[in-house]
């Protein structure tokens, strides 16, 4: 986090050197702070209809003006470092108008291809084969089927139709487990009550045959606060929560992890995994964990069997699809960390901005086939 933080103060700071370079003396300067002042004005209302929009339109715009502005400060470093004398005032003036109306105009391209695409979703189906070792008891159903999903985000700019879809799918597809990985909405949980998402969220987990089962993401922590409770809501519309807890239901077992950033946000450290090692090894144990960090350092007991995530959103859009695979070791996908067969989710919507340009929305079907 103070990482981040550094990242994006240096950044703003990079975008307020260039924007008050748009127009000479105090002009400029007013206009650079007036950008600032919008972007934070955005984030502090980021509940209202406005406050998104803002939000959305600059965190897009952030990521291709600083696309522009890094290489262009380089140029002028170098520049001066090897003719040893600053560029014409009237130059960089030109120049500053020419890179600011580039980055609004990449911005506006990619906000119009990127929100349509954004409302629609990608539904994959995989199968796993699980050991013969965790088949359970005999009388029960050795094969299930589970439909994954992640990072709704319910905010102002949320599509309802896109929810009414997932419902349609799993009305459809019948899964025994309805599963769900965290960052379930970025207003509070009254606000949900009175946009009407109770009565939806309960006909999206009555489609499980067995149980729906959710976490916790790091959206929740900024969610838990007086009057709102994530964990209080998810429980009231059907699904079994978990909060770094292991529950048996059905065949299956399923561990649920608070998020680092929950955790950080409560002050308290995550329980360890061997705690949570269910007691039954004869059922297969399904693990799920908002943010693809694998296994804990230390661990060294029963692996689980296969492991669910979300959070990266595959980084959404441009350039974030690139630089995500620098900060995680399974981005997308089906793959495996520390062991254990793990599948993350693109997510069925953003944050901030519903845009996706390069990725798609995702949710997920898992035949899981004891062999």
Not at 27 to 38: D, E, P, Q, S
Not at 171 to 178: A, E, F, M, R
């Amino acid at each position: 986090m103070p990482i981040f933080l550094f990242l994006l103060l240096s950044g703003l700071v990079l975008i307020y050197i260039n924007v008050s370079a748009v127009a000479p003396g105090r002009k400029g300067k007013l206009v650079a702070l007036g950008v600032l002042v919008a972007i934070f004005a955005g984030m502090s209302l980021r509940g209202t209809l406005a406050g998104s929009i803002v939000v959305s339109f600059f965190s897009v715009w952030l990521c291709q003006a600083l696309l522009f502005y890094i290489p262009w400060g380089i140029f002028r470093l170098v520049r001066r470092s090897v003719i040893r004398r600053p560029m014409r005032a009237n130059t960089v003036l030109v120049a500053s108008r020419v890179l600011l109306a580039a980055t609004v105009a990449v911005t506006l391209s990619l906000i119009a291809y990127g929100v349509p695409h954004n409302a629609r979703y990608v539904l994959h189906e995989t199968t796993v084969e699980l050991p013969a070792t965790v088949a359970g008891d005999s009388a029960a159903p050795a094969n299930f089927t589970a439909v994954f999903f992640s990072d709704v985000h319910v905010d102002p700019l949320f599509d309802r139709a896109k929810l009414e879809r997932m419902i349609a799918d799993v009305d459809s597809i019948k899964p025994d487990y309805l599963l769900f990985g965290g960052d379930l909405a970025d207003v509070p949980t009254g606000t949900l009550d009175e946009w009407g998402y109770d009565s939806l969220f309960k006909k999206l987990t009555a489609g499980a045959k067995v149980a729906a089962v959710a976490i916790n993401g790091n959206h929740e922590g900024m969610q838990e606060h007086p009057g709102s409770d994530p964990g209080a809501w998810m429980r009231k519309v059907g699904f079994v929560f978990l909060d770094d807890a292991t529950e048996c239901i059905g065949p299956v077992c399923f561990t649920g992890r608070t998020d680092f950033q929950v955790a950080r946000r409560r002050d308290m450290e995550r329980r360890p995994l061997a705690e949570l090692s269910p007691t039954d090894s004869s059922r297969p144990w399904i693990l799920l964990d908002h943010q693809p960090k694998g296994i804990e350092d230390g661990y060294s007991g029963r692996l689980p069997d296969f492991a669910f995530s979300g959070h990266t959103h595959n980084g959404q859009f441009f350039p974030g699809n690139f630089v995500i695979h620098l900060m995680w070791r399974l981005v997308y996908g089906e793959g495996v960390l520390d062991g254990v067969p793990w599948l993350v989710s693109a997510g069925v919507d953003c944050w901030g901005p519903p845009v996706r340009v390069g990725t798609d929305a995702d949710m997920w079907v898992v035949h899981f086939i004891v062999k």
